[in-house]
């Protein structure tokens, strides 16, 4: 069935797809070469910038029916990278079987981590399985700051991402020669802009080398997604239009050629097919059409159309989300 293509419109902002025309620019997908899977919305946090609203009390997980499913789908596309998120992917009882499936069809796997979840669970099974196929650990940390970073994700989450930080950097992560990749991800605690990822990233390597000996390989910075929870906090704090607003005066035509999801496959935790994971949150399967992975019939995805709202307007801000 197809799906209405909705836009929610901040007041001044023209729609995305109207902004593409207006540069002569449009959005249409390359080679996919990364598949992106959501293993579910459960989180041991709720963080106000959640896009998808995961949390504690959720409880959409894939299960291990759907796993298989998207592994299949995995060995007929062959992408590249395999991209494993969630919510919290360490929370979904099927991760292990997932990443010892996708290590044998994907030349890179990933998994993004709040890093607390991977505190939490203790589970040294799954770390000597991070290590053994090793798996590329993308975590998360707003802020240096612990009371924004508190503020933002909960009480006490600033000092478990510290410990979780430790742990891998003593399993080899982070530290030259040893091929374990530990990469960092900041999203701005609050309504505005993130900062120039260069600065950063030479910030944040400073600060967390000095205080605590801890190493990563790269930062990346990202400005937050006006959907889910972020969304929600937005509105009740009467900022969204003035957020919306400040998106698309950041409009920059250079990022669209890059953005990920012209390059991505992204698979929600139940197995149905988005551009990208933010599309999951925003309700707007690839293509706008709802098709399930395990009824896929054509593998054909280049030059097809990808579905776009308003929110995306936060990947092609500024430096943009590629």
């Known amino acids: 069935m197809e799906i209405q293509n909705l836009q929610d419109m901040g007041e ?17 997908r390359g080679k996919t070469i990364t598949c992106q899977v959501n293993l579910g919305l459960l989180c041991n946090q709720a963080c106000k910038h959640c896009h998808l609203s995961a949390g504690p ?6 299960d291990l029916n759907t796993i298989h ?3 299949e789908f995995q060995k007929k596309i062959k992408c590249e990278v395999v ?7 360490e929370m979904n009882p099927h991760l292990s079987v997932l990443i010892e499936e996708m290590a044998t069809v994907s030349k890179t796997l990933m998994l993004r981590s709040n890093l607390s979840a991977l505190y939490d669970a203790k589970d040294k099974v799954l770390l000597d399985l991070l290590v053994k196929h090793r798996v590329n650990i993308v975590s998360s940390l707003p802020s240096l700051n612990l009371a924004q970073t508190d503020a933002q994700r909960g009480e006490g989450i600033f000092d478990k ?11 080899g992560y982070g ?3 040893t091929g374990l990749v530990l990469d960092l991800v900041s999203n701005p605690t609050g309504a505005f ?6 600065i950063a990233e030479k910030r944040f390597y400073r600060f967390l080398k000095d205080k605590w000996g801890i190493v990563f390989n790269q930062l990346f910075t990202f ?13 009740n704090k009467g900022n969204y239009e003035v957020y919306l607003n400040s998106l698309w005066k950041g409009f920059n035509p250079c990022t669209v050629e890059a953005l990920m999801c012209r390059h991505l496959i992204s698979i929600s935790w139940d197995g149905y097919l988005y551009d990208c994971d933010f599309n999951q949150a925003a309700q707007l399967p690839k293509g706008n059409l709802r098709t399930h992975v395990s009824d896929l019939t054509s593998l054909g995805f280049e030059n097809q159309e990808i579905a776009v709202g308003n929110h995306c307007y936060a990947c092609t801000a500024g430096s943009g989300f590629t």
């Not at 023209?14 to 002569?24: A, E, I």
């Not at 991209?83 to 992917?89: R, Y």
């Not at 006006?226 to 937005?234: I, K, M, N, V």
């Open 12 to 28: 001044g902002v023209p729609v995305f797809d109207q902004t593409l025309k207006n540069h002569g620019l449009s959005l249409k």
């Open 57 to 62: 009390g959720r409880k959409e997980l894939m």
């Open 69 to 71: 499913q998207v592994i």
């Open 83 to 89: 991209d494993i998120t969630g919510g919290a992917p």
């Open 161 to 171: 991402s510290i410990e979780a930080f430790k742990l891998l950097n003593e399993m």
């Open 175 to 177: 530290k030259r020669g």
């Open 193 to 198: 802009m993130p900062p120039d990822q260069a």
């Open 223 to 235: 400005a937050n997604m006006p959907l889910g929870r972020f969304e929600t906090w937005l509105k």
